[in-house]
């Protein structure tokens, strides 16, 4: 990570007198965007801005808090004298975390079983990563109808059409990689252990070609939620 990364910079714009927070890395924006900043995207920069209408005293506390948060996780932040602060909050894992392990037990994988088991964390029916995601687009949808701005309800609409085509589409894709995988019973033979034997190749069912039956009751998964600190 470049040195420049850790360091920020959280100021009231001299000209436009505007709360704005410049410099850091992903993980750095993502701490100013839990703090209640909003981000800026431009071509050659990405800033972040305090939300519209606050007063200033509002604007004052989101800008200490996202200093203490930024130095408790490690950076350097250069602020004006009202946001200085000595204040360490203590940091938790965010929920994104567990999906993030989810990717690194896929990147450990040696076997198509070891890289299947955590896809399903995702892709499960009821209760998997991808159906709450949807859930979310659901709700954010339904509270947009009722909001009363000319365009809240084309971005409820919006929303509905990610939940229903998008997303479904990338459940649906997932599920049949998962299930692929899972079929296969091979080693990955990038990732064999030096060493180690290879593991045997398992000849086809005698009924592989028949007529596909009801699926099998699936084996309980492990739980992929553990928390490394």
Known sequence: MPLADRFLDIRRDPHSDELLARGGD???HSVLQRAGFIAVVRVHETYHRAPTCLIKDDESDL????VARLRAAGYHVDCDTDFDTDCRPASYLPLGSSVAHLAERIREATTTEEAADPLIELTAAHDGILAALGDVLTATADFHDGLGQAADPYIAR????????????????????????????????????????????????????APPCAPARPRCARSPHRRHR
């Open 63 to 66: 800008a200490t808090d996202a």
């Open 158 to 209: 919006r929303l509905r059409y990610l939940a229903d085509e998008h997303l479904h589409i990338i459940r649906t894709d997932l599920a049949d990689t998962r299930n692929a995988l899972a079929d296969r019973h091979a080693p990955h033979p990038g990732r064999i252990t030096p060493g180690a034997a290879p593991a045997p190749k398992r000849s086809p069912p005698p009924n592989a070609n």
């Open 26 to 28: 992903s993980e750095a």
